[in-house]
């Protein structure tokens, strides 16, 4: 990596590597929290002035508390607070990042630095949340709901997510000429980034297999409630960790994530980034779904 900075000497640089969330815990580690301050490092020896980070909109989540129209002004959750490993590792790699940003006095080089939290990434290509929600699909259990879909929940089409880290990168560039007012700063900031157009979670999944071909009417369609779900999942996790089976196809964070309500506040980026989605929602789903369905089948 030190070779690759020497010789190209990229600028700005937008850092979005990251393993997925089911990655064992030492790689997530390794990779979200010792790679982001490795390659900090190597930037600033470089001679980089503009480093994005890719965080996630999970940083001020404790996995249990309702986020309704939650901005930047939140915590990070760290420590025993925060539940959920890979979120963990993403909010200590934000606070590095944010932490290293930096104004040089007169004539002296800055290292500008500022991150983007999504919230809910997919779009062509999703080999993460559309194919984990069309599962159901494929199994043929599209009947069955958990809890009354009244949580609201946010996602971001990936074209979209792309688009605000341009943006950011375009500031800080812009931002090494002179500072801006406080309202108006970039560097040393987190943004949340979203499709800005949250919907009840399970209108939005039962979208998605819509867009795959599934035709299963409201009436046809098993309401479990949360309370019930819960126990139902803690069972089978106890009977699948008792059997050596892995995790099962329900478990109590599942349950708790479908039931949640979890949608932010992006006025912060449309203010200071100048940020718009590009690719609306059902579009975005649309050629999304069709996309996974397709490479399903190749």
């Not at 606070?95 to 630095?113: D, K, P």
């Not at 949360?226 to 106890?238: C, K, M, V």
């Amino acid at each position: 990596m030190r070779r690759v900075f020497q010789d190209v000497k990229p600028n700005p640089v937008v850092h979005t590597a990251s393993p997925k969330f089911d990655f064992p815990k030492h790689i997530m580690y390794k990779v979200n929290v010792e790679g982001t301050k490795s390659l900090i490092q190597i930037a600033k020896e470089s001679g980089t002035q503009n480093f994005v980070y890719t965080s996630s909109a999970s940083v001020i989540s404790d996995a249990k508390t309702d986020l309704r129209n939650a901005d930047e002004t939140y915590p990070v959750i760290l420590g025993d607070g925060q539940p959920e490993f890979y979120v963990y590792t993403k909010a200590l790699a934000e606070t590095c990042v944010l932490t290293h940003n930096h104004r040089a006095e007169e004539g002296g080089a800055h290292f500008l630095t500022c991150a983007i939290r999504p919230s809910g990434i997919f779009g062509v290509g999703d080999l993460v949340v559309l194919p984990g929600i069309l599962d159901p699909y494929y199994r043929g259990r599209t009947n069955v709901q958990i809890g009354d879909n009244r949580n609201l929940f946010d996602f971001t089409e990936s074209t979209n997510v792309a688009h605000g880290h341009y943006l950011a990168a375009e500031s800080l560039v812009k931002h090494q000429k002179g500072l801006p007012p406080d309202n108006m700063k970039v560097d040393g900031k987190a943004f949340f980034i979203t499709n800005d157009e949250p919907r009840c979670f399970w209108d939005f999944t039962r979208l998605v297999w819509r867009y795959a071909g599934d035709t299963m009417r409201p009436d046809q369609v098993w309401v479990i409630t949360r309370p019930w779900a819960l126990l139902l999942a803690g069972i089978l996790e106890w009977m699948f960790w008792a059997l050596g089976l892995g995790e099962p196809p329900l478990t109590r964070t599942k349950v708790r994530l479908s039931c949640m309500t979890r949608y932010f506040s992006i006025d912060k980026a449309k203010k200071r980034l100048r940020y718009k989605q590009l690719v609306g929602l059902e579009d975005g789903l649309r050629q999304a779904a069709e996309d996974c369905v397709l490479r399903r089948k190749a």
